[in-house]
DNA sequence: TCCAACGAATACGTCTCCGTATCGGATACG
DNA sequence: CGTATCCGATACGGAGACGTATTCGTTGGA
């Protein structure tokens, strides 16, 4: 009796999530109805509901998705780190290099950290999330230090906080002012001279 | 024909707003009733569209209310930091003492971009605020130049917005993990040290 | 003191969305 | 080929929020 999905399920269970994405990053997460996410996907809410309980559960599905997604991308950065001259590059690319159509990501994530704010069980699987995004981004910046044969002068863990508050900070100006300031603009920027600044009075 | 408020009318509006930061900062744009938002006030929904048309509009009533009160404050640290012997100084001090208990705002004005993001006009507004914020510090960041006697190396608009961005990245992180990094933390550590960045090779 | 204008309360109809309970069709399997 | 199970569709009842139309009380001026 194998109770997993057997074939129409999962497809429809992506689509749904397609969709979701869609309309959160339109209308937001409580502006968005579930009945629109299901047209959406071409379905009814019969189908919702026999995949999930609740807009929640589809909320936290949407990101568990992603950030496995995420995770896989930045753990290719750190084996392209160490293999590569200059740690640091792969650092920068991967945070400014993005499909230009991940706007709609930007919006719902952003989203879900206020979701999260408010939700302390939510803010803990976040948290575990950033957590581990922290730590590839650590072994990046061990490889660099490694690399110019220094001692790192501050904690490299508040160094990856920052990096990312950069890079969340930039993405929600680029949010609102789209044309003057690209997406990863500011990291393109300001990643390199930050690691060198970090950097900077060791060599 | 006086058509201003005469004596009530104010008093409504201001006890309207503090519950709109209330309910907003609970349940979020979207999730918050009007309903709710004029119980906390102590008033019936017949107040409520007697001063506004919509929950758009009181939301934006909302921003322009502690926009005003952020431009003064910043308008503030510009001439503290005028007098004082460390410019810089000013602009950290500006970026991470807050009232704790404006943790609220934080919520509703992350929200407030995310909802920018979606509306243009809203965005047009937003970012003309942002723009006389970041005059501010662009201001504080020619004096902290004239006083070391340098010319700026980087678009100082830039550092501007990346000072935001640090600012805004870390209040993100510090809503998810209140504990692990309390609200103001990082740009403690950071600005200075990128000040410094910034400075580097010049002096 | 009276009255006109204003501001908040009340009452009503509507609409959207939600969740459940039930049904029908497809699919996997013997 | 038949059947049991799974999955999505349909149908229903209900709750909550919205916006308006109207009423009531208060305030300030004549």
Redesign the pocket.
């Known amino acids: ?3 997993g ?5 999962p ?2 269970l992506a689509r749904l999530l397609d969709a979701a994405l869609d309309v959160f990053a339109e209308r937001s997460f409580y502006g968005a ?4 996410i ?1 047209d959406r996907a ?6 919702f ?3 999930f309980t ?2 929640e559960e589809l909320f936290l599905a949407l990101f568990d998705r992603h950030s496995k997604q995420t995770l896989d991308d930045l753990t290719e950065a750190l084996v392209r780190a160490t293999n590569a001259t200059d740690p640091g590059k792969a650092l920068t690319e991967w945070a400014s290099v993005r499909d230009p159509d991940e706007r709609r990501w930007y919006l719902v994530s952003t989203e879900f950290s206020l979701y999260a704010a408010r939700n302390p069980e939510t803010a803990a699987r976040l948290a575990e999330h950033e957590a581990q995004v922290r730590d590839r981004i650590v072994r990046i910046l061990e490889l660099l230090f490694e690399h110019i044969g220094a001692k790192p002068p501050v904690d490299l863990v508040m160094v990856a906080r920052l990096a990312t508050a950069i890079r969340e900070g930039g993405i929600l100006q680029s949010l609102v002012e789209p044309d003057e300031l690209p997406v990863g603009e500011l990291e393109r920027q300001f990643l390199p001279l930050f690691v060198r600044a970090v950097t900077a009075g060791i060599r």
Chains 1, 2 share one sequence.
């Open positions: 009796m194998p109770k999905p057997t074939k129409r399920r497809e429809t109805s579930i009945e629109e299901c071409g379905y009814t809410r019969g189908a509901y026999s995949n609740s807009k």
